[in-house]
């Protein structure tokens, strides 16, 4: 996405490199669709995530998909905590941190309980009503 010319926000558009690969897009989206075509494809873009998902009963396979999934996923997890405390993006990164069960998902949503109120406290909320889980209590200081 990208902003209209001359103004420096939205109404966003698509950027004429994407339009300009709409039918390269078109075909990758159709080839998706073969779920045994999936894996390969997945593994083309670097979508490691995707590819250890479709890998998974594999052995051989999941020693190659698995490591750089979980690459992924860290390089991600320290990408979000980095947007926690951003205006406006905190909410979104706490979201996909639950997304991606983060391994110190219950800290993030203890910090966020305490912060000033925000759209990111809704989303830990959120976060723990669709999990079904109690949040966790902060000591007083």
Not at 19 to 39: E, Q
Not at 111 to 116: C, S, V
Request: glycine share 8%; proline share 7%.
């Amino acid at each position: 996405m990208t902003p209209l010319e001359g103004r420096d926000s939205h109404p966003y558009r698509l950027a004429d490199e994407v339009i300009a690969a709409l039918d390269a897009i078109d075909t990758f989206c159709s080839a998706w669709a073969d779920a045994s075509r999936r894996l390969w494809l997945a593994a083309l873009i670097g979508d490691w995530l995707a590819a250890d998902e479709c890998a998974a009963g594999s052995p051989e396979l999941t020693a190659f998909t698995g490591p750089r999934a979980e690459r992924c996923r860290e390089l991600w997890w320290q990408r979000l905590r980095r947007n926690l405390d951003v205006s406006f993006t905190g909410a979104d990164a706490l979201q996909a941190l639950a997304d991606l069960k983060a391994p110190d998902l219950d800290l993030r949503l203890q910090d966020a309980l305490g912060g000033p109120p925000s759209g990111t406290i809704s989303a830990a909320l959120d976060v723990i009503g669709e999990a079904g889980r109690a949040p966790l209590v902060r000591p007083p200081l």
